[in-house]
């Protein structure tokens, strides 16, 4: 079994609609962290969790919410989807501050 | 100026030949960093950590310089199994974040 799963993994929705993407993870960490991949760029940060408690943007949270329902869950939220935030989306989770990232298997979004 | 710079490539690379590229960073204070494999829309798998004295993995071998900032990636008698999109990591501090080249892409013919 993954040990960062991610749900759905592919996902296609119409603009305006509400879309939740799931991340639990089984080893133990306490950070978590929710990507974006699109084509030429980079993973960019959209929010990451240190702790249950602790609920932290990245560098580009606008349209974008997330919940942290336990030390294994952390779900993002579209509350209201557009079509340029179509991309493919990564959960990660880390040991420590400078230890390195496991990703999950990724969500397929398209907003039509 | 990108935080991350790496050459997007790609490095076309005959089957058992040697790569190198590198990625550049701006934050002097960065503390550890990584390099990472994708194959094409899948997620980021960890390669190897660079440490300062660098270091080996059969045939990988990565090297830190921090003085010029930046770390390297080789890749001696390539597979073509290597084919990947190789991303350079560095975190940004003390405090967990990191910031993610947009990749370099090796690709081996036979």
């Known amino acids: 079994d993954a040990d960062v799963t991610q749900t759905p993994r592919n996902r296609i929705t119409k603009t305006g609609k509400r879309i939740m993407l799931e991340c639990s993870q089984t080893?133990?960490?306490?950070?978590m962290y929710w990507y974006r991949q699109d084509p030429g760029l980079g993973l960019r940060l959209i929010y990451y969790?240190?702790?249950?408690?602790?609920?932290n943007k990245g560098e580009i949270s606008d349209g974008y919410s997330v919940s942290r329902q336990a030390q294994a869950k952390f779900s993002l939220s579209l509350e209201s989807a557009i079509p340029n935030q179509t991309a493919l989306y990564f959960c990660?989770?880390?040991?420590?501050?400078?230890?390195?990232?496991?990703f999950g298997d990724g969500t397929r979004l398209s907003i039509l | 100026r990108k935080e991350v710079e790496q050459d997007p490539g790609p490095f076309n690379v005959p089957e058992g030949a040697t790569v190198a590229f590198n990625c550049t960073y701006s934050?002097?204070?960065?503390?550890?960093f990584f390099w990472y494999r994708q194959d094409c829309r899948k997620e980021p798998k960890l390669l190897m950590s660079?440490?300062?004295s660098g270091n080996e993995d059969g045939r990988f071998t990565a090297q830190l310089n921090r003085a010029s900032q930046y770390i390297s990636l080789l890749i001696r008698d390539s597979k073509l199994s290597d084919s990947a999109t190789y991303l350079c990591?560095?975190?940004?501090?003390?405090?967990?974040?990191?910031?993610f080249g947009a990749g370099t892409q090796v690709v081996v013919t036979p």
């Open positions: 080893k133990g960490h306490d950070r």
């Open positions: 660079v440490y300062s």
């Open positions: 934050n002097s204070a960065s503390q550890s």
């Open positions: 990591v560095v975190n940004t501090g003390s405090w967990g974040k990191f910031q």
């Open positions: 969790s240190f702790d249950v408690k602790d609920i």
């Open positions: 990660a989770t880390s040991a420590g501050a400078i230890e390195p990232q496991h």
